[in-house]
């Protein structure tokens, strides 16, 4: 999509076609000649992972859809049978089940990868952004469609993620009332939520379309975060990329068939194969491992409407991170102060989501002699969390010296990554 | 060749206001039409219609508690023992966490006395004759938590009534909050005595 298009129809019908309606050469510009830059390595291959991941969920789900029935007294039983009676249904539910998990598995290394190497940055920004909106509507389809087989989990689920609006002044009850359809969550509710499961992943499939879009035009970044200056630097994304792509995409599905042959409840919860009951909650209710950061910096405020807001500030706080990070350099491998505090923010992350699967008042194995419990923990980790958008990338922009950057994408790879030869190299290159 | 009508006569025109008019009647027809589609989610008539519960005090013993839905939600009914009422009765309203009743039959800044939780403030209604003392150890509370919504679990906590088990809420015998992530009291629904050992909610 960027730069001139260089697909020539060859055959009579493909010229009529092109003529009229030049979606041959939509494919052809953005997936086959498209200019990609040659340094790609394999953190770059979950785009292409995730697209799988979104078919496959779209694919399971609309065959689950076939056999499932959203009403509180059959959603259960219809999930069992899909599980006992329908031909493959064990199969495809488990493949929709594990699916969802993998699909947030994916997302999280593309988001990563985007952090460290400065994706975010301009001009990617709305790129970014776009990718942010994904993220929000898969974990909206995730929650809607875990509430679905209405187990213990589900509800209750359900019951806890509603009333976090609730916690909105004045409007809350009219808000969770509205969204249950009634005074708790009931059949309206698990009716509207199935409605909205089935929707949200063809609003996804739109916004990666616009992702893609705002993709091509400024073109991919590289592990090096300096943007391509010659053809030199690229490769046609076909063959060299459908094919590295390709090979990512095997290795994915053998660890996706792992989950779902030899362990497909690994990742969920025993209580889910309980009934939805309104008179009983769980003795322990936690989401989703996907979702496990958010929860415990939701408890790690002590006032629940300050909870609710640090959380969804969590995930806002993304949407302006392009313009909260001030380096003017954009891959992290030359930054060695961001590249450390990266690193801590990925193990904070991971460290975040362990605190929101323990109780809160827990000693964390180690720490339990000092005193800290998985409370303590998940608070001095949240505040790591912000601090590391807020504080950190917006002071290291200043105080950073970056180590020096090769010339180009062509010439980092022909150096096996070495910076230029001295002298070679710009002394400093704006937003790169 | 200029008139009042085209554009060259400068200034503001007739076909101006006809843009800005109908451009003006077409968002708020807009605007119209997305309020069913935004209403049709709010509960339904006969979700609505859901409006009392009855509940037959006789098989009820002192200390014990049964779990009923009204309006779709679990409500506790507690028979409260002496030592229980006593225990509630003792608390200081000052040092609450929450210091208001929360009682759908009293005023909202009503305090959360033990009494202004007990069913002493149900109506009675005409000619049915109860005791004070059946009314005062009588206690009916929403059971879903104030914080996320949970049904808090019965004789734990360190008060003695209903711990959540979800984020840890302790709440006493007078499902009044006193630690933990709730920020209210359980919630009193409007209660009526129909007859001697009936209790309407409602």
Redesign the interface.
Same mark, same amino acid.
């Given at each position: 999509m960027s730069g001139p298009s260089t697909y020539e129809p060859k055959t009579g019908f493909t010229r009529w076609l092109d003529s009229r309606l030049p979606i041959v050469r939509l494919g052809w510009d953005s997936f086959v000649d498209y200019p990609t830059p040659r340094n790609l390595n394999y953190w770059y291959t979950f785009g292409g992972i995730l697209t799988v991941c979104l078919m496959i969920q779209i694919i399971t789900g609309i065959v689950l859809a076939m056999h499932y029935v959203p009403h509180i007294d059959y959603a259960f039983a219809s999930v069992q049978r899909i599980d006992r009676d329908v031909n493959f249904g064990w199969l495809i539910r488990s493949i929709h089940a594990v699916g969802a998990s993998m699909f947030f598995l994916a997302v999280y290394m593309h988001i990563f990868r985007g952090m460290y190497y400065g994706s975010y940055k301009a001009p990617r920004e709305i790129l970014w952004i776009l990718g942010v909106v994904i993220y929000l509507l898969m974990m909206a389809a995730a929650f809607l469609g875990y509430v679905l087989p209405w187990g213990q989990m589900s509800f209750?689920g359900a019951?806890?993620i509603?009333? /976090?609006f609730?916690a909105l002044p004045l409007i809350g009850e009219p808000v969770t009332?509205? /969204?249950?359809?009634?005074?708790?969550v009931?059949n309206?509710t698990l009716n #509207?939520f199935f409605s909205l499961h089935y929707l949200i992943p063809f609003l996804i499939a739109g916004v990666v379309g616009l992702h893609i879009w705002a993709l091509h035009v400024p073109g991919n970044n590289n592990p090096t975060g300096i943007s391509v200056k010659t053809k030199a630097d690229t490769l046609p994304f076909h063959p060299y990329y459908t094919v590295k792509d390709g090979f990512a995409i095997v290795v994915f599905l053998i660890i996706f068939a792992g989950f779902v042959f030899y362990a497909p409840e690994v990742l969920g919860h025993a209580d889910n194969y309980i009934e939805a009951d $309104?008179?009983?909650? $769980?003795?322990?209710?936690v989401p989703e491992w996907y979702l496990l950061p958010f929860y415990a910096i939701l #408890?790690a405020v $002590?006032?629940?409407l300050g909870?609710v807001i640090l959380m969804f500030a969590a995930i806002g706080v993304l949407f302006i991170l392009p313009w909260l990070d001030t380096s003017k350099v954009r891959s992290m491998r030359y930054r060695p102060m961001a590249r450390w505090f990266f690193g801590f923010f990925v193990v904070a992350c991971l460290g975040l989501g362990w605190a929101g699967a323990e /109780? $809160?008042?827990t000693m964390v194995p180690g720490l339990g002699a000092l005193g800290v419990d998985f409370l303590l923990f998940g608070r001095v980790l949240t505040v790591y969390y912000f601090a590391y958008f807020l504080v950190i990338l917006p002071l290291l922009g200043f105080v950073e010296k970056p180590s020096p950057r090769p010339a180009s994408i062509e010439e980092s790879v022909l150096n096996g990554d070495k910076p230029a030869k001295a002298g070679a190299a710009p002394a400093a290159q704006p937003a790169e | 060749m200029t008139d009042e009508n085209t554009p060259e006569g400068g200034g503001e025109t007739r076909r101006d206001f006809i843009h800005i008019a109908a451009a003006s009647m077409a968002a708020i027809g807009g605007a119209a039409v997305i309020w069913p589609f935004i209403d049709q989610m709010n509960p339904a008539a006969d979700t609505l219609a859901l409006g009392t519960t009855d509940i037959a005090l006789g098989e009820l013993e002192e200390g014990q508690e049964v779990t009923i839905m009204f309006r779709s939600m679990p409500h506790f009914v507690r028979l409260r023992s002496a030592s229980e009422v006593e225990d509630a009765a003792n608390v200081q309203v000052s040092s609450l966490p929450d210091r208001l009743a929360r009682n759908r039959n009293l005023d909202d800044n009503a305090p959360a006395t033990d009494d202004n939780r007990s069913a002493l403030t149900a109506e009675i209604a005409d000619g049915v004759e109860i005791s004070d003392d059946l009314r005062r150890s009588l206690l009916v509370t929403s059971a879903s938590c104030t914080h996320l919504g949970c049904v808090p679990t019965e004789g734990a906590g360190e008060f003695g009534a209903w711990f959540c088990p979800c984020h840890g809420s302790h709440y006493d015998t007078s499902g009044r909050i006193r630690r933990g992530p709730a920020p209210e009291n359980l919630p009193i629904p409007p209660m009526t005595f129909i007859s001697a050992t009936t209790l309407r909610l409602g």
């Open positions: 209750w019951m806890v509603t009333n /976090l609730g009332q509205w /969204l249950w359809g009634g005074f708790s009931g309206e #509207r $309104p008179l009983v909650t $769980p003795a322990m209710i #408890r $002590p006032d629940k909870g /109780l $809160p008042d | -």
